[in-house]
């Protein structure tokens, strides 16, 4: 079975401009999440979606936002791109349990630079 | 807010030796822990992950323990390979059942000398 997909795999960007991400989860699991990872650095929570719906959110601003289809993939947008902004964005997805909490399995990221 | 953290950023550890990798949680609320390798360019990959009803689980050539009394939490490999050269990451789970929200502690580089 095919893992966690990304693209693009690489994205160069000047500051100011609009970025948009795409991922497929897993085939089966319903539930995507986004993180953000800068540079020597553990991955950070931005969003988790289930079922086209916000589930979750970090501690990212407005610029940051995403969606869910109903095919279960994903995109994530960030606008008024900043030079902080330069970082590994992974995309994971789980299966979702009742009351249950699962594993999140884990793409390939997309690097994101801003200059 | 509350974190993961690790002991050791970086560990060396000869070819067939045991490696143990060491990680801190604060928020006595988590009820879901993972281990995960990331080499460079990669995402994270899983390795295993443990239930706080749980003390202890095993995998191939991986444990993890866990210890709730010190909120600590450890992933040992048992005869370290090359291939075991990475970063690894403990993640908590603070948000309870149906949460996917995790959180990560910065990383330990794992080096395995041949």
């Known amino acids: 079975d095919a893992g966690v997909t990304q693209s693009p795999t690489h994205l160069i960007k000047t500051r100011g401009q609009h970025v948009t991400l795409r991922c497929s989860p897993i085939?089966?699991?319903?539930?995507v999440s986004w993180y953000q990872q800068v540079l020597g650095q553990g991955p950070q929570f931005i969003f988790q979606?289930?079922?086209?719906?916000?589930?979750g959110r970090g501690n990212f601003p407005d610029r940051f936002s995403a969606r869910q289809f109903p095919n279960y993939s994903s995109e994530l947008n960030v606008n008024a791109l900043l030079l902080g902004d330069s970082a590994l964005y992974l995309c994971?997805?789980?299966?979702?349990?009742?009351?249950?909490?699962?594993?999140?399995?884990f793409g390939p990221g997309t690097r994101l630079t801003v200059l | 807010g509350e974190s993961v953290g690790l002991h050791l950023p970086t560990l060396s550890v000869q070819e067939g030796d045991n490696s143990i990798i060491n990680c801190a949680y604060s928020?006595?609320?988590?009820?879901?822990f993972i281990w995960y390798k990331q080499e460079s360019g990669k995402g994270p990959q899983f390795i295993i992950d443990?239930?706080?009803?749980?003390d202890k689980r095993q995998g191939q050539r991986v444990t993890v323990l866990l210890n709730k009394t010190v909120k600590h939490l450890s992933l040992q490999i048992a005869a370290t390979q090359p291939g075991d050269s990475a970063v690894y990451f403990c993640?908590?789970?603070?948000?309870?059942?149906?949460?996917?929200?995790?959180?990560f502690g910065k990383g330990t580089k794992l080096s395995v000398i041949p």
């Open positions: 979606y289930y079922e086209k719906e916000e589930r």
């Open positions: 994971a997805s789980s299966f979702i349990r009742q009351g249950g909490t699962d594993t999140q399995y």
């Open positions: 085939s089966g699991h319903k539930s």
């Open positions: 928020n006595s609320a988590s009820d879901y």
């Open positions: 993640a908590e789970n603070m948000g309870g059942a149906g949460s996917y929200q995790l959180t």
């Open positions: 443990i239930r706080s009803n749980m």
